[in-house]
Structures are given as C-alpha cells and as structure tokens.
C-alpha cells in the first residue's frame, strides 16, 4: 500500500508569506503504520508543552525525530512564528479519541492520525505567554493547509476536542494579539468554536481585494502634435456595452466584430456626457438604437 505525501507543503507555506525551515528528509517522513490513502481531512492544533528554552530547532528535533513514537507532528511553530515542515505523510500526533466530521467527511474514532495534517505550537500549556507573531503564523498556517488541501478554514479541531479525557491543548489564555481565545476551563482550554471563528475571519479577510479599474480620462490631442494624434485609446460610454476604438476626431465602433477580437476588450467608462456620445455614435457611423444597453 502507498501513501500520500504532502511534499509541497513548504511551497505552500512560503506562497503565502510563511517563514519555513525544511527539516532533514520531512519529503519522505511519516508513521510506520497506516498513513493518509487521500487528503487529510482537516488540521489539528497542538502545544508542545515544552520548556520556553526548548524553543526552536529543540523542539523541532524532539517532534521529529527525538521520540519513539516519532514524528510527532507534520509541522512545528515556535514562539517566533518561524514554521518547521517535519513530515509529509501520517505522523503519531493525536493518538485516540472521538469521531469528528470534517467538511470534506469523517474522521472515526481513534482515525485521527492518518486524516489530520497535525500543527505542534511551542507553549509550554501552563501560562506562558503566546506571542502574538507565533498566533498570526498559526492561523496562517492553519488557513493554508487547509485550503491546499480542498478543505475549509474551519476543518480543524483542537487536541482536547478530539481527545477531551486526557488533553488540554492548546491553551492557556495568556495569548497576544487581537484575538482572545474563549477557554473552556481550569486549564485555560481553547474552545475549538472560538478557533474557528478566527480561522473563518483571517480566511475572509486575507481575499484579495481586486484592483479599482483606473477611468480612462477624456482625450483631447493637440492636433499639431503628431505623436499625440497617433494615440488610440478603446472606451466604452457608461451604460452601454458598446466599444469604440477612438483615433483623433474619428470614433470606430467594433463591438459585435464578426472574428470576436474586440469581445473581451476591458470595458472602461470614457466619457458620459450624452452629447459626446452621440457624436461618437455618429462618427463611427452609428445610430443611437444600434447602442446595447448594458
Ligand atoms: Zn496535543
């Protein structure tokens, strides 16, 4: 049987602005037993409960190759938002616990490990501070994966949901940032719903925002300049579909060309003013009912 390894993570991960070290081999890197036979179907969240001192290529050792049961972790995020890539394939991250339905189907109990990409944030889970450049490259990190992988922003789950008997991470509450993690006990849990709310809010706020089509200003040449009259310019009068290719005093209608050329030519608004455009209807031999009303 083989397995799928997520060998373009780092690619992933540096696209969109991630910091990322490449451990030694993680392209070939997984569990010994079963591994993932399709996409992982979502992404968990972890602390490494490690000392602060740990922090870094530490703790990055130990989840990768310093265990028995290693690699512990596919990816591992230190206190700097610096990401390490451990594992392409399955690892031993989550152990045992509940049935969760993922956006993209089910993961069974005790399934985890071979359906999860597994996300280890170095904290040591008992009050130390969670800077917020470490948060902000969690989230990233989370909102990538899943979306290379076809999944949603809110394909995750926290260790403790998942395994809610004998796991608390991630916590506690002492986290940078503008966001406050609900917590849903003593040991300062955060609530998986409150994750996802924030993977949900970066993933709609990091779409881009497409670009304000720049107005095409109206053209008036000097006719003793030669270079100047050479000028064309393409435009469209608002409100109509109708293109015209301008050249100085002369105005060239090629909507509807029988060859499609001009089709998807972009569609700029010129100039409005009625009287300019039934002159230009005129001059390019027009009538006002050949315009198309948008
Ligand atoms: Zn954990």
């Known amino acids: 049987m083989?397995?799928?390894?997520?060998?373009d993570m780092a690619d992933w991960l540096r696209a969109d602005g991630l910091e990322v070290i490449e451990y030694s081999g993680w392209k070939t890197r997984a569990r010994g037993s079963s591994g993932y036979t399709s996409n992982p179907l979502c992404v968990m969240w972890h602390h490494t409960a490690s000392n602060s001192s740990w922090d870094g290529q530490k703790d990055a050792d130990y989840c990768t190759v310093g265990d028995t049961n290693s690699p512990l972790a596919n990816l591992y995020i230190n206190r700097a938002?610096?990401?390490?890539?451990?594992?392409?394939?399955?690892?031993n991250t989550n152990g045992s616990g509940n049935s969760i339905q993922f956006s993209r189907g089910t993961v069974p109990v005790d399934g985890m490990n071979s359906r999860a990409v597994g996300i280890e944030c170095g904290n040591n889970g008992v009050g130390e501070r969670w800077p917020q450049s470490q948060i902000d490259a969690m989230f990233a990190t989370s909102n990538c994966i899943n979306r290379n992988l076809g999944n949603l922003p809110?394909?995750?789950?926290?260790?403790?949901?998942?395994?809610?008997?004998?796991?608390?991470?991630?916590?506690?509450?002492?986290?940078?940032?503008?966001?406050?993690?609900?917590?849903?006990?003593?040991?300062g849990t955060w609530d998986r719903n409150s994750i996802i709310e924030e993977c949900n809010n970066r993933a709609n706020n990091s779409i881009p925002i497409p670009?304000?089509?720049?107005?095409?200003?109206?053209?008036?040449?000097?006719?003793?300049?030669?270079?100047?009259m050479a000028v064309q310019l393409r435009v469209r009068f608002e409100g109509y579909k109708n293109v015209f290719l301008y050249e100085y005093?002369?105005?060239?209608?090629?909507?509807?060309?029988?060859?499609?050329?001009?089709?998807?030519?972009?569609?700029?608004?010129?100039?409005?003013h009625p009287q300019g455009m039934k002159g230009a209807i005129a001059k390019a031999g027009l009538e006002m009912e050949d315009m198309i009303p948008e």
Do not use: M
């Open 154 to 187: 809110s394909d995750v789950s926290s260790h403790q949901f998942y395994a809610p008997s004998r796991k608390i991470d991630p916590a506690t509450g002492n986290v940078e940032g503008p966001w406050v993690p609900r917590t849903l006990n003593s040991s």
């Open 2 to 7: 083989s397995y799928i390894l997520l060998q």
């Open 249 to 272: 005093n002369t105005f060239t209608h090629l909507t509807g060309r029988s060859d499609g050329k001009y089709q998807n030519v972009p569609l700029e608004v010129w100039d409005a």
């Open 211 to 228: 670009p304000t089509p720049t107005p095409i200003p109206p053209y008036n040449p000097d006719p003793d300049d030669e270079d100047e």
């Open 81 to 91: 938002g610096i990401v390490w890539v451990c594992a392409a394939g399955a690892t």
